[in-house]
């Protein structure tokens, strides 16, 4: 049975950060950016769109963007238009 000073080390367990951009689909079904930091974000004709957004918004880091699972309705607030729909 090897000691325990002759097994390797144990990494501590490193949490990552969630990402900074969530593409998904709102309560209409229009595709929206939605940022964990509340600077931008938008409503977007197509999911490339909005994914093309985000990309230029995080520097190409695809690990700052993440797509809402399906059935998963992204939140968004309320547009100017939305008040006379």
């Given amino acids: ?9 144990i990494e501590p367990l490193q949490r990552q950060r969630p990402a900074r951009f ?7 079904g229009r ?7 509340g600077r931008v974000g938008g409503v977007f004709i ?3 769109a ?3 957004f985000a990309a230029e918004e995080c520097g190409r880091d ?3 963007i993440r797509r809402a699972p399906d059935g998963v309705v992204l ?6 238009g939305d008040r006379f729909h």
């Fill in 1 to 9: 049975m090897p000691s325990l000073q002759s097994l390797p080390s």
């Fill in 22 to 28: 969530t593409v998904g689909k709102d309560s209409n």
């Fill in 50 to 52: 909005a994914l093309h």
């Fill in 75 to 80: 939140p968004f607030g309320t547009f100017a």
């Fill in 62 to 64: 695809l690990a700052e």
């Fill in 31 to 37: 595709w929206v950016v939605d940022d964990r930091e």
């Fill in 46 to 48: 197509s999911e490339h």
